[in-house]
């Protein structure tokens, strides 16, 4: 007897599982958790710009080579490249150099030093104060400010020195402004001062205080209080030992050029 079974429901077939295929390139990777985001790396303390580097070495090279030379050949130096308010009196001639050394030593004699303690002295201000002028301006920017300044402080010299035959050296003009400059952004709360982020590029970049801004940080302003109070004394008391002559006059100068000035070289928009 022949039975139909159309009436039975069909059992699928129970075909072994299939092994996942993949492509020749293989399975594909694990989900990765997520990364926290990248932050800059920060630059050492003890590394330089290159700009301030450059200028230490200079002043360095100037002076062991003017080391080398003779009384006679060092005077020829100074009278080419040193800052001498005779030059512009009117009535006082032969200073080699011409019009274009009347130019160019109100910038040249800030290469130029009196001794040994007076280089590694500038030397010392510029690592502190230059260091972070120059990683704010960049190179170009912070070789022209601190020119900017050396002008500056040999023109304020000489409006009280005018026809004196006394040379003016160093690099302390130049500093002066370095320092004014500094005063503008170092001494926020976000800037490089303040503990931890003296090696993040971000607190370089900060927008700067305005001058009228200035006021409203007590430690900018003491800062500011105090550099023209020592500039006074040293002015009324004449000389260090030794009997050098400091040209305060020539601080005073550049530090108010670099104050003033400060906006037409900063790189950070406000």
Same mark, same amino acid.
């Given at each position: 007897m022949t039975v139909s079974m159309a009436h039975i429901p069909k059992i699928p077939s129970q075909d072994p599982p299939q092994e996942p295929?993949?492509?020749?390139?293989?399975?594909?990777?694990?989900? @990765?958790?997520? @990364?926290?985001? #990248?932050?800059?790396p920060r630059e050492p303390l003890f590394m330089l710009p290159g700009s301030v580097m450059l200028m230490l070495g200079l002043m360095v090279v100037i002076h062991v080579v003017r080391s080398a030379l003779s009384f006679t050949e060092d005077l020829e130096i100074l009278a080419l490249f040193a800052f001498i308010p005779a030059r512009y009196a009117g009535d006082v001639v032969g200073f080699p150099g011409g019009v274009a050394a009347d130019v160019w030593t109100f910038v040249t004699y800030a290469m130029l030093h009196g001794s040994w303690a007076h280089v590694i002295t500038n030397g010392i201000w510029m690592v502190a104060f230059g260091t972070a002028v120059a990683r704010r301006f960049g190179a170009l920017r912070f070789w022209l400010f601190s020119a900017a300044a050396a002008a500056g402080g040999a023109a304020f010299h000489l409006i009280f020195h005018m026809g004196e035959a006394v040379p003016v050296v160093g690099a302390?003009? *130049?500093? *002066?402004?370095?320092?004014? *400059?500094?005063? =503008?952004?170092?001494?926020?709360?976000?800037?490089? #001062? =303040?503990?931890? =982020?003296?090696?993040?590029p971000a607190a370089f970049r900060r927008p700067a205080r305005s001058l009228l801004g200035i006021l409203e940080n007590r430690t900018a302003v003491a800062f500011i209080v105090v550099f023209f109070a020592l500039n006074v004394a040293i002015g009324l008391g004449g000389s260090f030992s030794g009997g050098v002559s400091v040209a305060w006059q020539a601080h005073v100068g550049g530090f108010l050029v670099g104050l003033f000035t400060f906006r037409w070289f900063d790189p950070v928009s406000r």
């Open positions: 295929t993949w492509s020749e390139e293989g399975p594909p990777p694990p989900p @990765q958790p997520p @990364q926290p985001p #990248l932050t800059p302390s003009a *130049a500093i *002066a402004g370095q320092m004014a *400059a500094a005063a =503008r952004f170092v001494f926020d709360g976000g800037g490089p #001062l =303040r503990i931890g =982020r003296s090696g993040d």
